[in-house]
Nanobody, 124 residues
């Protein structure tokens, strides 16, 4: 079992920044951020292969969000800049026991472990 605990959510005005953190109880191959807005499906935001070399982003966040990882601390980060109201959602940390290839990184059913979520609200 892997426990994931997110932190760092909050309320910010459009154009602002937030950094999310996810503390994992142990190492996993792939870690990712998903988000879910009310009435919408959960969508992949970004993912990273823990051994290095593969980082993925949703088109909607490319150039604004940066995913990173501190393997020594088993901690995942999501730096979010230039936030928009449409970024408002519950953000979830997810971990998988396998490496992701292609578009698989954005499929929620590929992930084995989930955090409880942290709310991000962006006002216009």
């Amino acid at each position: 079992q892997v426990q994931l605990v997110e932190s760092g959510g909050g309320s910010v005005q459009a154009g602002g920044s937030l950094t999310l953190s996810c503390a994992a109880s142990r190492y996993t191959y792939t870690m990712a951020w998903f988000r879910q807005a009310p009435g919408k499906e959960r969508e992949g935001v970004a993912a990273i292969y823990s051994a290095g070399g593969s980082i993925y982003y949703a088109d909607s966040v490319k150039g604004r969000f940066t995913i990173s990882q501190d393997n020594a601390k088993n901690t995942l980060y999501l730096q979010m800049n230039s936030l928009k109201p449409e970024d408002t959602a519950m953000y979830y940390c997810a971990a998988a026991r396998i490496r992701m290839y292609g578009d698989n990184w954005a499929r929620s059913y590929e992930y084995d472990y989930w955090g409880q979520g942290t709310q991000v609200t962006v006002s216009s």
